[in-house]
Each structure stands twice: as structure tokens, then as C-alpha cells.
């Protein structure tokens, strides 16, 4: 029994937008990922970070969670900038139900326990967000969404998971990192950062958060183990 994390599986499976094309650290990779998957057990818990399926609604990406629903593990999945497909709870449930998903739940103004940890999380904000209209709203409505997790983890100690890096190389973002120390967040992992712009990552601890990237090409696609 252990808890795994990964992001950016990018799933095309119904999509036609295959990330092979962006260099060999992509080949192969849904493969790749079933390989890996298949090592973890039904008392296993996945995290999956963000930009999950590139379908552009649930219907479009049911062949990408029906792969997903073939490894027994729970999977709790958050919310990425290229996930077209979320929907609200109610209707990702009764898509789950209506499929027969069972090992599948969104991490949105929630947190899960594992152990003696809680598990909380939400997509974050990042210097792309900083340039896009209304950003204020957005980035208010993410820090809530944020905080609503992190309150909800009572006195167990937080494992975070962002889709965005909260502190990258020539960018910080100050409220996520505000909420970080207010609850004392002991791990805190991201995703999003591909190809290049991983050489920029910042891991290691902050504060006293340990910071670490875990998207998918970052982890050559084999999912990092959080804790037992
Ligand atoms: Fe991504
Ligand atoms: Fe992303």
C-alpha cells in the first residue's frame, strides 16, 4: 500500500493529439504509462496532477478514463490548464457511474485521507494566467478553492498537489505560497512543466515545504512514490 503521484499524462486515446511529437521524451508513452500503472495494487492511491486527457468533454475522453479505470489503484485527479473535458463533481460522478468507473474522484474544494496524511489540491495559478483578462477573479476563485482543501485537512499533516508550480525560476507566486506556510503544507508536488522549461523547476525545500515536479515526462511516466 503507497501513495504515487504523477501529472500531464496527457491522454489522447480519442484526440488525435498525440505528445509524440514533442521529442523522444514522449515515444511511446501511453505504453509507457501502462507499464507503469500496472505495477500499482487496488490498496494503491494515485494522484494525478492536472492535464490528464485532452478530450474536450467526458465523452470525448472516456476511452482516455477507460484505460486509466483499468488499473485497480484509487485515482484522485485535479484539475490542469488543458483539461477541456472537466466538468462539476456531479456530472464527473454520474459520468463514472454511468460507465462503470469506480476507482476515479475529482480533487476539488476537497481533501481525501490517506494514513495520517490528508491529501489536498487544486489546479494553482501561473505566469500564463498573469496574462489572460479577469485574472483577478480567477486567481481569487483558485487561492478559495485552494484554501477550502487545505482547511478541510483538520489537524492532519497536507500533502498539496498543483497542477501549477507555485515558485519557478523568475516567478513566484506569493498567495499560493502564503497558503502553503499558513497550513503548514509538509509536501507540496506540481506538474505542468515540460520539455524546457523543467531545466527552470525549483524543488527541494521552501520554508518548510519539500517542492517537487512530477509531471509525466519529467518522471519518464513512472509515477513518483509520496510515502507507504
Ligand atoms: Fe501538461
Ligand atoms: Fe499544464
Known amino acids: ?6 501529472g500531464d499524462l496527457h491522454l489522447s486515446l480519442n484526440s488525435n493529439k498525440s505528445m509524440e511529437v514533442f521529442g ?3 515515444d511511446n508513452y501511453t505504453e509507457r504509462i501502462r507499464v507503469s500503472l500496472s505495477e ?3 490498496d494503491d492511491v494515485l494522484v494525478l496532477a ?5 478530450g474536450m468533454s467526458l465523452e470525448e475522453s472516456e476511452a482516455d478514463f477507460r484505460f486509466l479505470e483499468q488499473f485497480p489503484c484509487k485515482k484522485y485527479i485535479l484539475k490542469g490548464n488543458h483539461d477541456y473535458w472537466w466538468a462539476t463533481a456531479a456530472k464527473f460522478k454520474a459520468f463514472c457511474e454511468k460507465n462503470g468507473f469506480i476507482t476515479m474522484e475529482l480533487l476539488h474544494n476537497n481533501c481525501f485521507f490517506y494514513g495520517d496524511y490528508a491529501i489536498c489540491g ?6 500564463e494566467e498573469e496574462q489572460k483578462p479577469h485574472n483577478a477573479k480567477v486567481l481569487n476563485r483558485e487561492l478559495m478553492r485552494l484554501e477550502t482543501s487545505l482547511a478541510a485537512a483538520g489537524e492532519k499533516p497536507i500533502l ?7 515558485l519557478y525560476q523568475g516567478y513566484r507566486c506569493e498567495e499560493v505560497l502564503n497558503l502553503l506556510r499558513k497550513y503548514q503544507v509538509k ?3 506540481y506538474g505542468h512543466l515540460h520539455g524546457p522549461t523543467i531545466k527552470r ?6 520554508e518548510k515545504t519539500e517542492l517537487s515536479l512530477i509531471s509525466g515526462d519529467y518522471l519518464g511516466f513512472i509515477p513518483k512514490k509520496i510515502c507507504d
Open 122 to 127: 487544486t489546479r494553482g495559478w501561473f505566469i
Open 187 to 189: 509536501q507540496c508536488c
Open 201 to 206: 523547476r525549483i524543488e527541494g525545500t521552501w
Open 24 to 26: 523522444p521524451a514522449w
Open 160 to 166: 498539496c498537489f498543483l497542477h501549477y508550480p507555485p
Open 40 to 42: 500499482l495494487t487496488a
Open 50 to 54: 492536472g492535464d490528464t486527457s485532452w
Open 1 to 6: 500500500m503507497a501513495l504515487y503521484a504523477m
